[in-house]
């Protein structure tokens, strides 16, 4: 059985646009189609059957999110940040046999990265990723032993004490696509795609 995806796509992306007027899961690459679909789809052909969280009464996520292949799960919980989203999705996923954790603002993200880390999981109280110029990236990989600490989570941290506070097994990766994400309105515009 395959470990589940995950994608965290609940935060609110302050950073971006301080106002709140746009979305930056909502921004479109230069085919038109939306940051957070990229991420999904990415995670969807890497692993069928992937788990997308958001907050409730985000239509156009959950739209872009099924488009991409992922089925959504809405939290309110995820509206207290990412912790709270990625115990959500654990805990509606708590039969799995691990989990690959990826992040919606991460549109570049390989499909094979994916796969690798998903392969990686061979233990049960695995936590491995990619490492690209000697920086830890994404996606994060939990064997199934986690599960009980994933679903404690909460505040907007993620998993970052989980990971800070055991052996990562990380492998080399090539493609910057595992450090790239969008924050701000400037990583879209320097790869022309505003």
Known sequence: MSPQGILLAAGFGRRF??????????????????????????L??????SLAVIRPGQPARAHWLREAGCRVLEARAAEAGMGHALAAAVAASA?????????????????????AVAARLTTPSTVTAPRHAGRRGHPVGFGK???EQLIALDGDRGARAIVGATAVSL????????????DTRDDLVDRGTV
Request: hydrophobic residues 50%; aromatic residues 8%; charged residues 25%.
């Open 171 to 182: 492998f080399d990766w090539d493609d910057a696509g595992v450090l790239r994400d969008v």
């Open 44 to 49: 969807a052909a890497a692993l069928p059957d």
């Open 145 to 147: 032993a986690w599960r």
């Open 17 to 42: 646009d301080p106002e709140g007027q746009q979305d930056k899961l909502l921004a479109p690459l230069a085919d038109g189609r939306p940051v957070l679909w990229h991420s999904a789809r990415a």
């Open 95 to 115: 039969d799995a046999d691990g989990w690959v954790v990826t992040l919606a603002d991460m549109p570049w993200l390989p499909t094979a990265a994916i796969r």
